[in-house]
């Protein structure tokens, strides 16, 4: 019997664990020297212990049945399929998930764009880091097919950042020829523009086109909240036993970029121009989704008076949120009565595998959550809503 027993599950988070050269053989040369690894590097340690614990899994058949036996306890890099594509195809066997959404993990902080940039006066100084993003773009997406090239189920997740539309389209056209299934975009505004700016459209428009759903996650949109809000003489650990992932005041501040993004995309009318478009919202909760969908149809009563854009609504803007989003509550959130009050149609089942955000068991966690709901709602929360993101055929209910 497998982790998911008789249900049919489609997984919408999870993640590679990135080796220090998982960007080595798909970056370009020029570039190569410029990534930042500082952090990487740092991480070397706990990287070669485990590539060993890795190795002896693959040699010694005991310690491999012992993983097996501990999949969703071990996690980051000593998990089954953290960093080894072979290993996470059985990793998938033994959780009996259909398939995965596969996002990176750490590789994009070595070619990202500051989070608070310096003031470029140099335009030449621009150029140059603009030139390490995209190249690492690219270099991130081949990897990241190349990781889940080896399985099917394993659905890899490309990155585009906005900053540069002519070169956004470039990166996403490669990525989706490539075979990735879903474009992340960071939940920022695109350098001095909109998301919703014209000269995104040919951006938008591709995804569309190629019937590719854009995706946003917890990270992308830069630092959740000031650190001054952390400076109360009153020091917490997180709850990995660190100090930087997030913390209680970080998570109330977990929406406000998705929110906002999304918002912004509704409310200028993006999915009337592109009534095609799908969006995904990954590890950023979805409790906050029944509250926002009134406060957008509030914005527009009340704005639309002065507010030409909202005027030419073709629809009420919580009708947008039913027709192009989903979004993958956290594990042990009201699921059942989120469904009651915004839809059964907006979320989907995740597990964040192999990061420990996700927890042991997050099946059980939102089995307590859902009691009552019927077999149908049952089967859009774990299978049907990814399938509809994605575009993938529809699969029969199973109870």
């Not at 989070?115 to 390490?132: G, M, N, T, V």
């Not at 042990?332 to 089942?349: K, T, Y």
Request: net charge negative; aromatic share 10%; charged share 25%.
């Amino acid at each position: 019997m497998t982790y998911a027993g008789e249900r049919a599950i489609l997984d919408a988070d999870s993640h590679v664990m990135e080796l220090g050269d998982f960007l080595d053989d798909f970056i370009d040369p020029v570039a190569k020297d410029r990534l930042r690894r500082q952090g990487v590097d740092a991480l070397e340690p706990i990287l070669e212990d485990a590539q060993y614990k890795a190795r002896r899994r693959r040699t010694d058949p005991e310690i491999a049945a012992r993983a097996e036996e501990h999949l969703l306890d071990d996690k980051g890099w000593m998990a089954m399929g953290g960093f080894d594509p072979v290993e996470r195809s059985r990793a998938l066997d033994l959780l009996g998930f259909e398939g995965q959404l596969v996002f990176a993990t750490f590789a994009t902080a070595m070619f990202s764009l500051p989070r608070s940039p310096r003031r470029y006066d140099d335009a030449a100084a621009l150029s140059r880091d603009l030139d390490l993003l995209y190249a690492g773009s690219r270099a991130q997406n081949r990897a990241m097919v190349n990781f889940c090239e080896v399985d099917h189920r394993l659905f890899a997740v490309g990155y585009v950042s906005l900053v540069d539309p002519a070169r956004a389209v470039d990166v996403a056209t490669e990525a989706i020829a490539d075979g990735c299934a879903a474009i992340m975009v960071p939940s920022t505004a695109a350098g001095d523009r909109a998301p919703t700016h014209p000269d995104l459209d040919p951006f938008w428009a591709l995804l569309e086109d190629r019937n590719i759903p854009f995706v946003l996650h917890v990270g992308g949109g830069g630092r959740l909240l000031d650190r001054a809000f952390h400076n109360n003489d009153m020091p917490v650990t997180d709850h990995l036993g660190g100090g930087e992932n997030i913390r209680s005041k970080d998570y109330l501040a977990i929406s406000h970029s998705p929110s906002l993004f999304l918002g912004a995309l509704i409310l200028d009318g993006l999915f009337d121009r592109f009534p095609g478009l799908r969006g995904g919202c990954i590890e950023q909760g979805a409790g906050w989704v029944v509250s926002w969908l009134h406060h957008l149809d509030y914005a527009q009563r009340a704005f639309r008076r002065t507010e030409d854009p909202l005027r030419r609504l073709q629809a009420k803007p919580s009708e947008y949120v039913q027709r192009h989003l989903k979004f993958t509550p956290f594990p042990g959130e009201p699921v059942g009565w989120m469904m009651e009050q915004a839809g059964a149609d907006l979320f989907m089942f995740s597990t964040d595998y192999p990061h420990p955000e996700g927890g042991r068991d997050p099946v059980a966690k939102f089995e307590e959550q859902l009691v009552g709901v019927g077999r149908d709602d049952l089967h859009r929360f774990y299978r049907g809503n990814m399938a509809a993101l994605l575009g993938l055929q529809p699969a029969p209910s199973v109870g």
